[in-house]
């Protein structure tokens, strides 16, 4: 079998691009930031002969990235909804500089819809369903196509054939550690997210969700509802590897869906990182026991970041959130208590959303009062319980189910009989300025800022985008 060179690529995008928990979610934030590709340095930790280009934090451009197509045999990129016709256009470009050049797209938007993906794009020889890393290092080593679980490909006629599915990785330490590829392959300097210390890392220290959440893409699509984790030992293992290579870091990130699923493991995990000395950071849900939170605290925890979606009860039953108001307040106490700081991000325009929820919702955020806030757009993913949902109910065009407008920026696809895509779409910018233009909370940004001239020019320049952002919205709402 002849190896393939592989190029691991996330492409160029539009200013402002989000690479979003390194899922490929493309779109512009309130804020720049960008995620560390780890879906995509995954599998290129098993081929060490494989490149990784990450161009929009490094800022590249196609110029900058084309003449890899020369010296590459195999081209995967990690797609999704939003992005799917730029990696399309990116792709072809691929092709056209090299014929032979295998092209292969991975992610949840191919996985949910491989045969009209392929459809769509006729550059595309295979795409990858579920879980791909050992698929991805199968075909780079030279397997021919029709013997690869788990991709459906086009063959000799041009038809498009599906293969058996490949099966969930179950023992998660077989892969190996993506911290060796950020070495090899990124400046890490390059990632930044509002709420984490400069410079982080982000890792995954396991795969799936229990939560049923319906708007959620990953567990629905990807991951599955099992939380299949890596060892203690792995993990510390990569930890301690990371240090090697990045004394300069900051944080870590563990960026699984619900890193607090497993509170034992939690726990033991965040002892061994308390005796490397390490500040850490990771998901988690509004439901954890204030010992657990303690014993996290004392062993490094800086920030949980946490999906309150909705101040609203109802609500929360509709997405099948799991999550009960009460004790939503009882765990941010706690938190505040500790002293752990807390993103809370929260989602406008699910189902049942109305004007009353939507005050509801800002009310709730004052009063638990997390440390930052992140406000998103119900997103209706193909694949997702939400989307098959709004396409019955009509609350969505399936004609013109964009989640992003030219400029990048999400628009809010969902309206309701009561509610229009209008008002869903001017509640995130009413909820970030009830939220921050409180005395009380300008207080405290001033406070935080007065610790560092560093956290002073941070916090400067993220204002500066902020109120750009909002500019921008409001010039493309009256455009439109």
């Not at 190996?176 to 930044?192: A, N, Q, S, T």
């Not at 004052?366 to 440390?371: A, S, T, W």
């Not at 004609?399 to 969902?414: N, Y």
């Not at 909820?431 to 560092?452: D, G, H, N, V």
Request: hydrophobic residues 40%.
């Amino acid at each position: 079998m002849t190896k393939l060179k592989t190029l691991f690529l996330q492409p160029p995008s539009f200013d402002g691009f989000d690479g979003g928990a390194g899922s490929r979610y493309q779109a512009r934030r309130e804020i720049k930031s960008f995620w560390f590709p780890t879906w995509l340095a995954q599998p290129a930790a098993l081929l060490p002969d494989s490149t990784l280009i990450d161009a929009p934090p490094a800022k590249l451009t196609m110029a900058d990235v084309l003449p890899h197509a020369k010296t590459h045999d195999l081209l995967i990129i990690h797609t999704s909804v939003p992005s799917f016709a730029n990696d399309v256009k990116v792709a072809e470009e691929f092709k056209a500089l090299n014929p032979k050049m295998l092209v292969g797209f991975i992610g949840a938007k191919v996985a949910v819809q491989p045969v009209e993906s392929m459809e769509r794009a006729k550059v595309l020889d295979f795409v990858c369903g579920n879980e791909f890393d050992f698929t991805i290092k199968e075909i780079a080593e030279g397997a021919a196509l029709r013997d690869v679980k788990g991709i459906w490909w086009r063959n000799e006629a041009g038809e498009i054939v599906k293969n058996d599915d490949r099966p969930l990785l179950m023992n998660m330490d077989e892969l190996p550690f993506v911290v060796d590829v950020y070495k090899k392959h990124l400046r890490i300097e390059d990632y930044f997210i509002g709420y984490l210390k400069h410079p982080y890392i982000s890792i995954y220290t396991g795969r799936g969700c229990k939560s049923h959440c319906t708007f959620c893409l990953w567990p629905q699509t990807v991951g599955g509802h099992k939380y299949r984790t890596r060892s203690v030992e792995n993990v510390i293992a990569e930890i301690k590897r990371a240090k090697e290579l990045f004394p300069q870091v900051k944080e870590f990130m563990f960026d699984d869906d619900t890193f607090t699923d497993d509170l034992p493991r939690a726990e033991a995990i965040a002892r061994e990182l308390g005796k490397l000395g390490v500040t850490w950071s990771c998901n988690a849900k509004a439901n954890v026991p204030y010992n657990t939170l303690k014993v996290l605290k004392e062993n490094g925890l800086r920030l949980l970041l946490v999906g309150y979606e909705s101040g609203n009860q109802q609500i929360l039953h509709n997405i099948k959130k799991g999550m009960r108001i009460d004790v939503a307040k009882r765990f941010t106490a706690d938190c505040h208590k500790l002293g752990i700081k807390i993103h809370g991000t929260f989602i406008v325009g699910l189902p049942g959303e109305t004007r009353e929820t939507l005050k509801e919702t800002i009310a709730f955020a004052k009063e638990i009062n997390p440390h930052t806030i992140q406000v998103s757009l119900a997103a209706p993913y193909p694949g997702t319980f939400l989307y098959n949902q709004a396409v019955k109910e009509g609350w969505l065009d399936v004609e013109h189910a964009e989640l992003i407008d030219e400029h990048g920026v999400q628009i809010a696809p969902l309206h309701y009989p009561h509610l229009s895509h209008q008002e869903i779409f001017d509640a995130v910018e009413e909820i970030y300025r009830q939220f921050y233009f409180r005395p009380s909370k300008i207080l405290s940004i001033l406070k935080e800022m007065a610790t560092s001239p560093q956290m002073l020019v941070r916090r400067l320049r993220e204002g500066v985008e902020f109120f750009a952002f909002l500019k921008e919205r409001q010039t493309n709402k009256a455009a439109a």
